[in-house]
C-alpha cells in the first residue's frame, strides 16, 4: 500500500468513524456501532502508524515499501 492508499484508507476510515459515533450515540455504548467503532480506532491507529513508518523510511534513505502494519496490542500502547 502507497502513501496515497494508506492517506484514501485513513479518510475513508474518519467518516465511518464520525458515523458511528453519531449511531453509539444515540443506541448506547453496547451496540454493535460501538463495538465497530472500536475496530474502527484500532484500524485507524494502525494507518497512522504505517503513514509514520513510511515516511520515516523514505526520510531516511530506506525502502518505505518496507514498513509493515503493526498489531493492534502495538499501536494502542502508543503514548498520543
Given at each position: 500500500?502507497?502513501?496515497?492508499?494508506?492517506?484514501?484508507?485513513?479518510?475513508?476510515?474518519?467518516?465511518?468513524?464520525?458515523?458511528?459515533?453519531?449511531?453509539?450515540?444515540?443506541?448506547?455504548?453496547?451496540?454493535?456501532?460501538?463495538?465497530?467503532?472500536?475496530?474502527?480506532e484500532v484500524a485507524l491507529d494502525q494507518c497512522?502508524?504505517?503513514?509514520?513508518?513510511?515516511?520515516?523510511?523514505?526520510?531516511?534513505?530506506?525502502d518505505p515499501n518496507d514498513a509493515r502494519v503493526?498489531?493492534?496490542?502495538?499501536?494502542?500502547?502508543?503514548?498520543q
Amino acid at each position: 500500500m502507497d502513501d496515497a492508499e494508506v492517506i484514501s484508507r485513513i479518510g475513508a476510515l474518519v467518516d465511518e468513524e464520525h458515523a458511528l459515533e453519531r449511531e453509539a450515540g444515540q443506541h448506547g455504548p453496547e451496540s454493535d456501532a460501538a463495538g465497530r467503532l472500536r475496530e474502527v480506532e484500532v484500524a485507524l491507529d494502525q494507518c497512522w502508524d504505517l503513514l509514520r513508518q513510511r515516511r520515516a523510511r523514505r526520510e531516511m534513505g530506506q525502502d518505505p515499501n518496507d514498513a509493515r502494519v503493526r498489531a493492534p496490542e502495538v499501536v494502542e500502547r502508543y503514548q498520543q
